[in-house]
């Protein structure tokens, strides 16, 4: 594991346009920021902002607090190959919004696992749907093992990866985020053995689904081996132990305020289950509203990780021009073994918490 995470979320707005799942992860964390006291200069810093949908809407709850003619620098964060492009077209809504207000927003294109703003200067670190992300890539799929095997050992080999790169990340934020400032997370979590049997391992699910379409492919001859073993998605899902163990061990930097953990649901779901209760609803609405939802799922997918795939396809020696065609195959082939296996709820468990640096 020596090579550092690089990988962007799919470029051409196609985050933004597909990341309803984690706007309702952002908008769980809202009430978080409804009690602290904002005064008249503000700064805060969002790590891991991403094409800018949801992080401008939770910049806009906290400016809506604002009194007039405050100041607010607003900071956002992410690696440099992020399409901060969209992000940037976003950024006049926000000024428009709050025109009594003096608005100083900044682009940081650093990763976070580095220091990444001026010590002592943040009044307020957001993250969201994020720091599942590790900083290094992991180990690539052994060619003596199937999809399926991959999926069931990566929890354990990520693991030290992820309890390291969190104490770094919550070490570098405690530099950087002011004495008495805030830092609300939210984080992926990893499902209980209990909530396996009730609601799937939804985000697992999606995964493992995507590479067993690779998988067929590959099967067929349509995508070489070398490219479909290259399945190495740098993430990791804490369990709420890990999580707030992790906290605990800096307890000299940072003071846990509020906790909770709640399943987020993707939007979709709802979708389905309303076209599955209509009247005139028969087998065959319900099996296309069924696919609908399984293709929604797939879509929100490939949102974070569609360039990735091609790009590993190009760098495993697919020709440019066929890397479109193949794409659209494997989306079709993961639409449809996910509508076959069954999506179940989709819901992801997330952890969120309000921490008061000390
Ligand atoms: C699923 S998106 C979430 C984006 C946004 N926070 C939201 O709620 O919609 C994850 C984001 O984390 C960013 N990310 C992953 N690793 C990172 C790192 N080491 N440094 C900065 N950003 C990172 C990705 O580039 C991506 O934009």
Not at 77 to 97: C, K, Q, V, W, Y
Not at 144 to 152: L, M, P
Not at 290 to 313: Q, S
């Amino acid at each position: 594991m020596d090579q550092n995470n690089t990988l962007p979320m799919t470029a051409g707005n196609a985050y933004n346009e597909n990341c309803h799942q984690q706007t309702l992860i952002m908008e769980g964390s809202l009430p978080l920021f409804d009690d602290i006291n904002l005064g008249s200069n503000l700064t805060i810093v969002d790590y891991g902002c991403s094409q800018g949908r949801n992080s401008i809407a939770m910049m806009q709850r906290v400016l809506n607090r604002m009194a007039p003619s405050s100041t607010a620098s607003l900071v956002f964060e992410d690696l440099p190959s992020n399409e901060f492009a969209s992000l940037i077209r976003l950024l006049p809504e926000l000024s428009a919004s709050n025109p009594t207000l003096k608005i100083y927003p900044s682009l940081i294109p650093r990763s976070f696992y580095e220091p990444v703003i001026a010590p002592a200067t943040v009044d307020i670190g957001f993250t969201s749907s994020t720091i599942h992300w590790l900083k290094r890539m992991p180990l690539l799929k052994p060619p003596t093992e199937t999809v399926s095997e991959y999926y069931a050992k990566r929890t354990c080999r990520n693991a030290p990866e992820a309890e390291e790169n969190f104490r770094e990340f919550l070490t570098l934020r405690g530099q950087e985020i002011k004495s008495g400032g805030y830092f609300i997370i939210a984080c992926f979590g990893s499902f209980t053995e209990e909530e396996i049997t009730r609601y799937k391992d939804a985000l697992i699910l999606r995964h493992r689904i995507l590479f067993q379409a690779a998988e067929k492919l590959a099967n067929e001859g349509k995508l070489p081996l070398k490219a479909m073993e290259k399945i190495n998605v740098p993430i990791y899902d804490r369990s709420e132990e890990e999580f707030r163990s992790g906290i605990e061990e800096l307890k000299d930097t940072w003071v846990m305020e509020e906790y909770y953990r709640k399943m987020i649901p993707h939007p979709a779901y709802d979708k389905y289950l309303k076209a599955c209760e209509l009247e005139d609803a028969d087998e065959n609405s319900k099996t296309e509203a069924a696919k609908a939802y399984a293709g929604a799922l797939i879509d929100w997918l490939v949102a974070v990780m569609g360039d990735m795939i091609k790009n590993w396809w190009r760098e495993s020696g697919v020709e440019d021009d066929k890397v479109d065609e193949i794409y659209q195959e494997l989306l079709v082939v993961a639409k449809d073994l996910l509508w076959k296996e069954g999506p179940g709820g989709a819901e992801i468990p997330l952890m969120y918490t309000r921490l008061r640096r000390a």
